[in-house]
């Protein structure tokens, strides 16, 4: 039991850490209709500074609590990141659709190098020795408060001008929202929040790398906010899950399933070619988790969160 535990630690915080960035890009791609696939430079600009306070700044400030120091962390983190989204925001705003997506997809490559070309932080080889200062109780718990945070925060006059921005431009700016100024707002707690898993990301594993703010963990992350559902904020934490959970199951498959294919060899059922062709396939997990991914998004184009509101809908006509 206990290397069972031992072994779902790692996957647990990856899964609470990929939620909150998948809830902060919502905010963003869902909320108020920008794409933009450069999310993970928040989350690594994040990560990095406040490993930059916890490991050189704090002990000089005599700061020894490591509650006081997490809390100051996450402070730093998350302030950086809102303020390089600030630095984001201004100017790639002004534009639409494909040209903004194109104009913060560079900016994940612009952190990525400045973090490789800083020595003190570790260059290209990344960012070691950083305080452990978290627990995957206590991501999971700050997880559900960024959730709930975020509910509520559409249940606000601004979150009600931010979906009104996405659903139409036009009709939000007849009725006196300022579109511009919403989009910024949207944008500063979006990236603040991935921030946060960025601070949470460096100090539970003891390590963050430049290559974290790549395009491909941009993606991962609009992957999940779309398979989840863009609309559901708990839709968000349904994708991370299945982009946690997926692979993990196909890294057990040819495990369970070779005994009982050797046996269907033995019985004359099937050849030995059969199953050396399904290891190579399932030892490829990335090439069958994109394969099922296509298949989920087929099945259900709005996401996992409409099939929840689906069967809420069905159990109240039957009642």
């Not at 069972?4 to 960035?21: K, V």
């Not at 925060?153 to 700016?173: C, M, Q, W």
């Amino acid at each position: 039991m206990s290397d069972i535990l031992n072994y779902i630690q790692l996957p647990f915080i990856m899964f609470c850490i990929l939620a909150i960035q998948a809830m902060s890009l919502q905010i963003i791609l869902g909320g108020t209709g920008l794409l933009s696939l450069g999310h993970a430079a928040f989350y690594t600009v994040g990560g990095y500074t406040s490993a930059i306070f916890t490991v050189f700044l704090a002990p000089k400030l005599g700061i020894e609590n490591h509650s006081l120091m997490l809390f100051l962390a996450c402070l730093v983190g998350m302030i950086s990141a809102a303020c390089s989204g600030l630095i984001v925001a201004i100017p790639c705003l002004k534009l639409r659709g494909d040209y903004l997506a194109m104009a913060t997809l560079g900016v994940g490559e612009i952190v990525a190098t400045v973090f490789k070309n800083l020595d003190f932080v570790g260059g290209t080889r990344g960012f070691k020795d950083i305080p452990k200062l978290g627990s995957g109780l206590l991501i999971f718990f700050i997880m559900f408060i960024v959730a709930l945070f975020i509910i509520k925060f559409y249940k606000t006059n601004l979150g009600f001008a931010v979906r009104a921005t996405r659903d139409d431009e036009i009709s939000a700016k007849s009725i006196g929202i300022n579109i511009y100024k919403t989009k910024i707002i949207s944008f500063l707690i979006g990236s603040s929040l991935a921030g946060l898993a960025g601070v949470f990301y460096a100090h539970t594993l003891q390590f963050i790398s430049p290559d974290e703010a790549g395009f491909y963990n941009s993606v991962v992350l609009v992957l999940a906010v779309v398979i989840g559902g863009m609309y559901s904020v708990f839709g968000s934490i349904f994708g991370a899950l299945i982009i946690v959970l997926i692979p993990e199951l196909l890294r057990f498959i040819p495990q369970i399933t070779n005994p009982f294919l050797l046996s269907l060899v033995d019985k004359g059922f099937i050849s030995n070619s059969f199953v050396t062709i399904f290891d190579s396939i399932f030892s490829n997990r990335t090439l069958v988790f994109s394969v099922l991914v296509i298949i989920i998004m087929l099945l259900n184009p709005k996401g996992v969160a409409s099939l929840i509101e689906n069967f809420k809908k069905m159990r109240s006509t039957h009642v």
